[in-house]
């Protein structure tokens, strides 16, 4: 039987955004370029995203997204093309997780191989946490950091996998769906704080005596508490001890096997930005918010 824990996830909150034992990974994942073959806009195009047509509807999305994921395995990491990639293929997911079956595929239908792969793991886990809150009235009171580099988290996974045995991947989807990997500051309605969304008397039972805001206790906590609840071996009585909801269980699931199954899935994870559902419509809180205001980019 599973047992409840006093964690408490800021999924609630992160919903109405739109995530070998003590050993590391037998293989990295791979990184090859997303393969397929080639009505959504992006949301802050530059000159270099309008010369390729990101934001012209009259090309159709499925080579818009063949494109986009083509900048994010190809392009340097962090940089202004990427960003602008991934956020399309966020806001894409995003919004086919709202259309009807037959209009998602067929936008699935003209992708290919890792492209469609991808874009449908993406829209399944969108259809999860969509539906589990309502947009909310009012802002939420964080603030939104710059997180640590792709290849700075990466080690603090691999490293938690190694002490504890839970799967690097699952760790990572985890940060993406409660903070989008460091990106939220701010305590949840019920309390929990952190990157990993902690309650302070959970992680003073898994911190070993860290700082739950450092990214490093915060990912190695939770490696502890998911390993003292099933992990590797049952993932998914693991997950649920994180946060009570099979949709969360899903939702962080198929993130993690994208993550298992290439290495680029990681890069474009991490590029995605928070996306609030607002009532008034999905709002974009950058990169020094409050302080820098929200951008609305969908109703």
């Given at each position: 039987?599973r047992?409840?824990l006093a964690?408490s ?7 109405a955004?739109?995530a070998g034992?003590?050993?590391?990974p ?10 397929s073959?080639?009505?959504?806009a992006a ?8 010369s390729?047509?990101l ?16 900048v994010?395995s190809?392009?340097?990491a962090?940089?202004?093309e990427?960003?602008?990639?991934a ?5 894409a997911?995003?919004?086919l997780?709202?259309?009807?079956k037959a209009e998602r595929?067929?936008v699935?239908g003209?992708?290919g191989?890792?492209?469609?792969t ?7 886990a969108?259809r ?5 809150t309502d ?8 603030r939104?950091l710059t997180p640590?580099?792709?290849e ?5 996974y691999?490293r938690a ?5 839970t ?5 990572a989807a985890?940060?993406l769906?409660e903070?989008?990997m ?5 305590t949840?309605?019920?309390g ?6 902690f309650?302070?008397?959970t992680f ?10 450092d990214?490093?206790?915060a ?11 099933g ?6 009585g693991?997950?649920w001890s ?8 899903a939702?962080?699931s198929?993130?993690?096997?994208q993550?298992?199954?290439s290495?680029v ?12 559902r607002h009532?008034?419509?999905?709002m ?16």
């Amino acid at each position: 039987m599973r047992t409840r824990l006093a964690v408490s996830s800021a999924v609630t909150a992160l919903a109405a955004l739109t995530a070998g034992c003590g050993s590391e990974p037998s293989s990295e994942p791979v990184r090859t370029p997303f393969t397929s073959p080639s009505t959504l806009a992006a949301p802050t195009p530059s000159e270099s995203s309008s010369s390729v047509g990101l934001d012209d509807e009259s090309v159709p999305l499925a080579e818009r997204l063949t494109h986009a994921l083509k900048v994010v395995s190809s392009a340097p990491a962090g940089s202004a093309e990427v960003r602008e990639a991934a956020l399309f293929e966020q806001t894409a997911a995003r919004d086919l997780a709202r259309k009807p079956k037959a209009e998602r595929a067929d936008v699935l239908g003209a992708l290919g191989g890792a492209d469609r792969t991808q874009l449908e793991a993406d829209i399944a886990a969108a259809r999860e946490l969509m539906v589990m809150t309502d947009p909310q009235p009012k802002l939420p009171q964080w603030r939104i950091l710059t997180p640590p580099k792709p290849e700075e988290l990466k080690p603090l996974y691999h490293r938690a996998q190694r002490e504890t045995g839970t799967p690097w991947h699952y760790l990572a989807a985890i940060h993406l769906v409660e903070t989008r990997m460091g990106r939220i500051r701010g305590t949840s309605t019920a309390g929990a704080q952190g990157p990993m969304q902690f309650l302070p008397s959970t992680f003073a039972q898994y911190g070993a005596g860290g700082d739950i805001n450092d990214p490093a206790d915060a990912i190695m906590a939770a490696g502890r508490m998911l390993a003292s609840n099933g992990a590797p071996r049952d993932m998914a009585g693991a997950l649920w001890s994180y946060n009570h909801s099979d949709r969360y269980v899903a939702a962080v699931s198929t993130y993690a096997r994208q993550m298992k199954r290439s290495e680029v899935a990681y890069d474009l994870y991490w590029h995605w930005q928070v996306l609030y559902r607002h009532q008034d419509g999905t709002m974009m809180l950058p990169e020094g918010y409050p302080k820098t205001k929200p951008v609305k980019i969908a109703d």
